[in-house]
């Protein structure tokens, strides 16, 4: 589910004074204390979002892959 309620004045605020976690080479910080800060536990999340997180990922196995045996000869 995706939420398309607009940011409140207080979370703009924080958005925009939290350094970016990637640089211009897409390389990540080191997460830092105020980081930490704004993590909630999974349990706090909205019960669609927590149902969204945990579905499984189904990948298509790689193409190369034969996905019945051959018959012997």
Do not use: W, Y
Not at 33 to 48: K, T, W, Y
Request: aromatic fraction near 4%.
């Amino acid at each position: 589910m995706i939420s398309f309620r607009k940011a409140n004045d207080r979370m703009r605020a924080n958005m925009a004074n939290r350094k970016p976690l990637t640089d211009d080479d897409g390389e990540v910080r080191e997460l830092t204390e105020e980081d930490l800060a704004q993590f909630v536990p999974f349990s706090a999340l909205p019960a669609e979002l927590q149902a969204l997180l945990s579905e499984e990922k189904h990948v298509k196995p790689d193409a190369e892959a034969p996905s019945k045996r051959q018959p012997a000869a």
